[in-house]
């Protein structure tokens, strides 16, 4: 479903998307010094996704992953130090995040007879962590043989979605 009225400023989302496009434009040396390292079981961290699927099909997509909620869970290793105003943007972000899911949160458990928090403590309550993915698309040469991001299952209890200049998302039952 699409939440609007959210409460989470417009300017505060196109900065957002802004500190996304840039970290994403900067040469590769500088993104991988943000990146997973090989041997990590964790997701955070830069990387880039170039897989062969099913249908030979590519997956065309970089990614940053990384938490912004609680501060005692946050890395910074895996936040980006250029552009300089990317920690302070994701910062404020994660706060109007945090309350909208909580409110999100309190509707679903209510809608489905349960107490106003049962989903949030579910969840972990206020130890529960928040995570940021920035996937971003670099133009394909071939986008013939090229997906965007494959079929996949979120790892997540709920997912918001910032869209960009692609004002859907493809879902198959």
Not at 9 to 19: F, G
Not at 46 to 64: F, M, N, S
Request: aromatic share 10%; net charge neutral; glycine share 8%.
């Amino acid at each position: 479903f699409q939440v609007v009225n959210h409460g989470i400023p417009t300017e505060l989302i196109r900065r957002l998307q802004e500190v996304g496009r840039k970290f994403f434009e900067l040469p590769s040396s500088e993104k991988e010094s943000v990146a997973k390292p090989v041997d990590s079981k964790d997701i955070e961290g830069y990387g880039t996704k170039l897989q062969k699927d099913l249908e030979g099909k590519k997956a065309w997509v970089d990614h940053l992953f990384h938490r912004i909620w609680p501060p005692s869970c946050v890395n910074y290793r895996f936040w980006p130090k250029n552009p300089p105003e990317y920690r302070e943007v994701n910062e404020e972000y994660a706060l109007h995040v945090k309350k909208l899911s909580e409110t999100l949160l309190g509707f679903l458990s209510e809608g489905l007879g349960l107490r106003r928090d049962a989903l949030k403590e579910g969840l972990g309550g206020e130890t529960a962590e928040y995570m940021m993915k920035i996937n971003y698309y670099p133009p394909c040469p071939r986008p013939d043989l090229a997906l965007g991001v494959p079929a996949h299952t979120d790892l997540s209890g709920i997912t918001l979605l910032v869209p960009n200049e692609v004002p859907g998302l493809q879902v198959f039952k």
